[in-house]
């Protein structure tokens, strides 16, 4: 995505010597950059480097000091609303809708840029419409009103209001960040899509492994500069993300997907104080992990600094399951796609009533994993990791609200920085008071060799 990236006829986007100043504070600072038709651009980097800023500066929401955005050879910031309106749509991180219009009303607002005054509502605007809500999986509650749609449902309604606006590109700002692992997939698919269908696609992605995994090119920025750009494997490697994001980081290839794949470690190696940095595997205490692919770099951590892991339940051939594969780690497993069964939960209940210490990563909890969230919950000690409210990220209703209520109300809750310090002050007050780890009497780990997926 460097500047001369173009095919024969230029590249779709260009963005030439961008400097953005927002509130008297430079935001972007000589970005250069330049996106071809069929190409799916993240746009990666730690918080506060600008990455939003440069979206409503392409789509024309924000004005430069100086430089300039073009698309389709159209100077962005010289054209009227409308016009910009038809060249590129947004769908923004914020999904609060202030107003109780239906689903296929607000999907139907992407028209507007292509309706004149005096014209009506023709059967085009209503083919686009229909053929959102059917790409979006929204045509289910397309009559409900958008106010009664939990936060992922909203960014989908989004989603296909951006789409029925019909443009050659289309910006994205975090469209993961409130979905679950189904929905996630199902969105950055559905991209993949587009850009094959030859949409130019920019989103800013949080996820440096779905970015990987799904973008043709990075856009690293940091501090307002585009530090690296290019393929995925070019950007992420681990003195760029040490640099930009200033954190430890292990890159390596996904064993499933192929893709880059980032880990961050403590800045240690080894986790929060020396009272664990120097101890054998297994001997600074027994610890079950409950979470998705985001509990990887948990997974890492508490490998390394030392404690005897365990995880589960999660999907066979997830990005978890596959960490946990490599490192040798105890894993209960069900098969791909599939929910928490009994016998899973059963093993699940085994290894937390063995483990000194269970972690409950930040993680969407849904009707297939709330067994995991309900085994948590009753765990003699709790590090809870909570970086998003659990309202953004609960998609099986009140049931789930009162589970985590229960387990946050026992827990450590901590960020993703602090859990190998939580466990270790958990294990070593749990030791303290009780010579025999629980559990230990009746429950032995397999061997270490391979996982262990015992239902």
Request: hydrophobic residues 40%; glycine residues 10%.
């Amino acid at each position: 995505m460097t500047p001369d990236a173009s095919d024969a006829n230029g590249p779709l986007v260009g963005i030439d010597d961008l400097w953005v100043s927002l509130g008297g504070t430079t935001v972007l600072r000589g970005v250069d950059a330049a996106v071809d038709r069929g190409r799916f651009v993240g746009l990666v980097g730690p918080n506060g480097a600008g990455k939003t800023t440069l979206l409503r500066t392409i789509a024309g929401a924000v004005g430069p000091d100086s430089g300039r955005v073009t698309v389709a050879d159209e100077r962005v910031h010289d054209l009227h609303s409308k016009a910009a309106s038809r060249l590129v749509t947004t769908v923004p991180q914020d999904t609060t809708v202030a107003f109780e219009f239906d689903v296929r009303t607000i999907v139907g607002m992407g028209r507007h840029p292509h309706r004149s005054r005096i014209g009506g509502w023709t059967e085009a605007d209503t083919d686009a419409v229909e053929r959102a809500l059917d790409r979006t999986d929204t045509a289910r509650f397309a009559d409900r009103a958008v106010t009664t749609l939990s936060g992922g449902e909203r960014q989908r309604v989004l989603l296909a209001r951006a789409l029925a606006q019909e443009t050659p590109v289309l910006l994205l700002d975090e469209p993961t960040g409130s979905l679950d692992i189904n929905h996630q997939v199902r969105t950055l698919e559905l991209v993949r899509e587009l850009v094959a269908g030859g949409r130019a696609v920019i989103a800013a992605i949080h996820d440096l492994d779905l970015a990987a995994r799904y973008c043709d090119e990075l856009l690293l920025l940091s501090g307002g500069e585009a530090v690296a750009a290019g393929a995925p494997a070019s950007v992420l490697t681990e003195p760029a993300v040490r640099e930009a994001f200033d954190a430890r980081a292990t890159v390596a290839r996904h064993p499933v997907t192929g893709s880059v794949s980032v880990t961050a470690l403590p800045d240690d190696g080894h986790g929060r104080g020396s009272e664990v940095g120097d101890r054998r595997e297994g001997d600074a205490g027994r610890v079950h992990i409950v979470g998705d692919d985001g509990a990887v770099g948990h997974l890492h951590a508490l490998d390394a600094a030392g404690f005897e892991v365990s995880v589960g339940a999660v999907n066979e051939g997830s990005a978890v399951a596959e960490a946990a594969r490599s490192l040798g780690v105890d894993t209960v497993t069900v098969p791909p796609f599939a929910g928490v069964d009994t016998d899973a939960r059963a093993a699940v209940a085994r290894r937390i009533d063995a483990a000194e210490c269970v972690v409950v990563a930040d993680m969407a909890v849904g009707s297939g994993n709330l067994p995991n969230l309900r085994a948590a919950r009753d765990a003699g000690r709790i590090v809870l990791v909570e970086t998003r409210p659990f309202a953004a990220r609960n998609h099986a209703g009140a049931a789930a609200a009162r589970s985590y209520r229960r387990l946050r109300d026992r827990a450590t809750v901590v960020d993703d920085g602090d859990v190998v310090g939580a466990v270790a002050e958990a294990v070593g007050t749990d030791r303290a008071s009780d010579p025999v780890a629980p559990g230990s009497t009746t429950w032995s780990t397999t061997d270490r060799g391979g996982s262990h997926t015992d239902p």
